[in-house]
């Protein structure tokens, strides 16, 4: 009788690096019920400047979704999900489990000049991040994060440490902030698709190969051109 062959192929569904947080009191009676909309009514919304707003039909979960670009982010408490594809930048998501809101945003570098207010740029998508929650009524003391990203994908700026940069950014704001990271999958060669499930909380990561970098050609491009002025002048699961 032949012996089952064991293979390398990853299961799904993985944990990636869950970590123990404050426990948050259940769900409550009172809490918000999770709202409904159409694909049709989504694409409607107005929306605010470096708010994500190309909706979809996501194929693969069945599920409404929209696609964050580099320099943008989204905030919902509507059931649908919410993707990006990573390299060196770093995507946080928040989640608040008492109003089940939650929001991701997709940053580039740390910081710019002062002059250059721009979601590209940790220190001002982070706290642009907390306030759209907070509008949205949720709390900062009872937030929690998910971190992705800041993989050393650009061969090219290997000196310049752009994933590593936006990692260590990303953690001491949110420890000084004292909010959570309950989960993270960073750093590492490998870029990233990212999907965030605002209404639960619930975080999928897949890791791609390289050999499709269009995935990552306009964060890329434009990490290029941040990089170049930077020199000069100044629960996470696996699918």
């Given amino acids: ?24 009191a259940p769900l409550g009676p009172d809490a918000p019920a999770v709202p409904e909309l159409s694909l049709q009514e989504f694409q409607a919304l107005a929306r605010k400047p470096g708010e994500a707003s190309f909706f979809f039909f996501d194929q693969h979960f069945q599920h409404n979704a929209v696609k964050v670009l580099p320099g943008e982010y989204f905030v919902a408490r509507e059931r649908l ?13 928040l989640w608040d489990r008492r109003m089940r809101v939650g929001g991701m945003n997709h940053f580039m570098l740390p910081e710019g ?9 940790g220190s001002y998508a982070m706290e642009l991040l907390v306030n759209e929650m907070m509008k949205l009524g949720a709390r ?5 994060a998910k971190i ?20 260590r950014f990303v953690q001491d704001y949110l420890a000084t902030e004292r909010i959570p990271v309950v989960s993270a999958d960073v750093l590492d ?23 499709h970098p269009e995935s990552l050609a306009q964060e890329q491009r434009a990490n290029a051109a941040m990089a170049a002025r930077a020199l000069s002048g100044g629960s996470v699961e696996l699918f």
């Fill in 189 to 211: 060669i490998h870029p990233r698709k990212l999907v965030f499930f605002p209404a639960t909380g619930r975080a999928m990561v897949k890791r791609l190969a390289h050999t």
């Fill in 113 to 121: 000049d002062s002059a250059d207010v721009s979601g590209r740029y």
């Fill in 1 to 24: 009788m032949s012996t089952p062959q064991k293979t390398d192929a990853p299961s799904l569904d993985i944990p990636v690096e869950r970590r123990r947080v404050p426990r948050i």
């Fill in 81 to 93: 999900s919410i993707v990006t594809v990573l390299g060196s930048c770093i995507a946080a998501c």
């Fill in 148 to 167: 992705f990203g800041g993989a050393q994908v650009m061969h090219n700026f290997t000196t310049l440490n752009v994933g590593e940069r936006n990692t």
């Fill in 140 to 144: 900062r003391e009872t937030l929690q």
